[in-house]
Structure formats: C-alpha cells, structure tokens
C-alpha cells in the first residue's frame, strides 16, 4: 500500500504483452477488491524473483516512492542474471535499471526499508535489498549480503552480513539445494528493521544431525 497516492500496487512477473516476454508488472487499486492494469517497472526477457517496498514514512523526502528489485537472466553474472534496482514515485513512471553487481550472482532476496528512517538516519528513509552469493549452488557455502541505499536508490552501498555458511537441505535438485524429498530451500532469509533503526536478518543455514 502506497499511503501518499491512496493506493494498492500488486507486483509480479508477466509473460508477453507491453512488459516484454518475462517482465515485471503491475496492477493498481484503490479499495483492494477492484484492481486495474498499471505500468512495467520493467519491460524484460528473463526477469525472476522481483520484490517490493514503498516508503510509507511522512517525513521522509522520498515519501511513497516504490523500489522494485530483481534478477535479469538476460545478464549474465556468473551462475545467474544480474541484481538490478529501479523506483518509482508515482507507480507509473520508473528509473532506469540499476545494476548492482558484476562478474558474481547475487540472488535477490528480499527488499525492504526503514519506516522510522527518517527519524535516524536523516531527510531519507533507508532502503535494503537483501541478497546471497550462492556458492555456485548445490551444497556449496553460502554467503549473505545487503545493499543499502540512504539517498532514494540513486547510489547503494554493499555490506557482508557474517560468515559463508553451509546452506540447510540434503539433498540436491539440479543447482538447488531441497530438503528431501520436494523441498528446494536454498537459505534465503528476511530482512526487517526494528525500533531505533535497528536491521536484522533471519535466515536458514545447516544445523547439526
């Protein structure tokens, strides 16, 4: 819910029409129930896993705008699409992409933000798009990042959260790690801020027996 513009905004990847053959796509409504076709954050060929967070923090010179990330695998960063970035601040007019990283895969995760980020860090909310370095995938070591961005996603600072971990499963499903016998679970955790500014990272890693 995006509380400056009044409005729901549903998210989600879209196959053919105006977002390209994988894109991401979005629907608006005003009451929850009735919904319209909205914009492409971005029109693509092989997007995957998009997530979304909207600064819903009066104070904050970037009130109600949205950021969408997302992997693209028509990039290539080593064992997968690239991690890129775009925002909005009217839901229908979008930035252009921003990549974050080169050469490595970095899964997105999740993305989130500060809703008490202008009351800690400044005039901007804080932004947090959580990601992994997989390892190559399998039972390969994994490794969990964040970037952050404190000026409205025009510029993100990368930051390693802990140490490489042994990723949870056991057994393998092609490049992905599952706990026998259907459940593919690579770690992937959630990012949420607290009270005073506060982040944390929930995730899964191997336990032991």
Not at 25 to 31: E, Y
Not at 168 to 194: K, T
Request: charged letters at 15%; proline letters at 4%; glycine letters at 16%.
């Amino acid at each position: 819910f995006n509380s400056k513009t009044g409005k729901f905004f549903a998210g989600d990847l879209v196959s053919g029409g105006d977002c390209g053959s994988q894109g991401i796509g979005f629907w608006t409504s005003t009451n929850g129930k009735t919904w319209t076709t909205g914009s492409c954050a971005h029109v693509g060929g092989a997007d995957d896993r998009p997530s979304m967070w909207s600064d819903n923090e009066p104070t904050s010179s970037t009130y109600g705008r949205m950021f969408v990330s997302w992997n693209d695998y028509t990039t290539n960063c080593g064992a997968g699409g690239c991690l890129f970035v775009t925002y909005s601040d009217n839901g229908t007019t979008w930035s252009t992409p921003l990549e974050l990283n080169t050469g490595v895969f970095y899964r997105n995760v999740q993305l989130t933000g500060s809703p008490r980020g202008a009351k800690v860090i400044g005039k901007n909310s804080a932004v947090f798009i959580a990601s992994m370095d997989e390892g190559g995938g399998g039972n390969n070591t994994r490794q969990n990042l964040i970037f952050i961005s404190t000026n409205g996603g025009k510029k993100w600072t990368q930051v390693t959260i802990g140490q490489r971990f042994n990723p949870p499963g056991n057994v393998n499903c092609g490049y992905f790690q599952a706990v026998a016998p259907i459940w593919r679970h690579m770690g992937w955790g959630e990012p949420a801020v607290g009270p005073n500014g506060v982040v944390h990272y929930d995730y899964a890693g191997a336990g032991t027996n």
